[in-house]
Nanobody
Framework: QVQLVESGGGLVQAGGSLRLSCAAS????????MAWFRQAPGREREFVAA????????SYADSVKGRFTISRDNAKNTLYLQMNSLKTEDTAVYYC?????????????????WGQGTQVTVSS
């Protein structure tokens, strides 16, 4: 059974930082592409960042480029999202997602497995 468990969310002031983690089990983590998505109240889920199976290729939404960094530790089966210079508009539930393939994608339909989400709230 595949499990993706996010952690690290919380309340932070604008300009602050958080690091999200996603612990994966039940899948060949080192062989699949991973991503972070987010969903704010009243809005559709949106792509944040993606990383290929090796960690050698990444992609970001324009809204987070230069502020967020996605990374992975295949030895620990863990995905990370370092979020710096947080803005109030970054407030959302953040989801970890896993593909069945090795590459990156910004489309949620390309991801087979999803975590339960972790809340990030940025106050002004």
């Amino acid at each position: 059974q595949v499990q993706l468990v996010e952690s690290g969310g919380g309340l932070v002031q604008a300009g602050g930082s958080l690091r999200l983690s996603c612990a994966a089990s039940g899948l060949s983590f080192r062989l699949v592409g991973m991503a972070w998505f987010r969903q704010a109240p009243g809005r559709e889920r949106e792509f944040v960042a993606a990383i290929n199976y090796l960690g050698s290729s990444t992609s970001y939404a324009d809204s987070v480029k230069g502020r967020f960094t996605i990374s992975r530790d295949n030895a620990k089966n863990t995905l990370y999202l370092q979020m710096n210079s947080l803005k109030t508009e970054d407030t959302a539930v953040y989801y970890c997602a896993a593909r069945s393939y090795s590459g990156t994608s910004s489309k949620d339909i390309d991801y087979r497995y999803w975590g339960q989400g972790t809340q990030v709230t940025v106050s002004s």
